[in-house]
Nanobody, 122 residues
Framework: QVQLQESGGGSVQAGGSLKLSCSASEYTRFCRSWFRQAAGKQREAVASICYDNSITFYADSVKGRFTISQDNAKRTLYLQMNSLKPDDTAMYYC?????????????????WGQGTQVTVSS
């Protein structure tokens, strides 16, 4: 059972930056992603990095502002978030697939972290 642990959340003002980290207990082969869930809304895919050649995907709402990356051992996943907006306020979750599936498909992810809160004030 893969265990994921997020860190790095916090409170910032609009325009600020945060970097989230997700430490995994073991390497996972398929997509590793960040999702977020705002109060009263459905969980949505934010960014993903897939396979050993590190193909990346981003939601339109974060393109140009967020960057997903992973370390060389592919055990730690990062999300650099710049130019943060109040609409980015949410609980952010790290997730990993156990089989090949569309990067943004929630049901394709078997492993989830507990989440880290990001709050952006105007």
């Amino acid at each position: 059972q893969v265990q994921l642990q997020e860190s790095g959340g916090g409170s910032v003002q609009a325009g600020g930056s945060l970097k989230l980290s997700c430490s995994a207990s073991e390497y996972t082969r398929f997509c590793r992603s960040w999702f977020r869930q705002a109060a009263g809304k459905q969980r949505e895919a934010v960014a993903s990095i897939c396979y050993d050649n590190s193909i990346t995907f981003y939601a339109d709402s974060v393109k140009g502002r967020f960057t997903i990356s992973q370390d060389n051992a592919k055990r730690t996943l990062y999300l650099q978030m710049n130019s943060l907006k109040p609409d980015d306020t949410a609980m952010y979750y790290c997730a990993a697939q156990s089989y090949d599936s569309s990067w943004s498909r929630l049901q394709g992810y078997r492993y989830w972290g507990q989440g880290t809160q990001v709050t952006v004030s105007s």
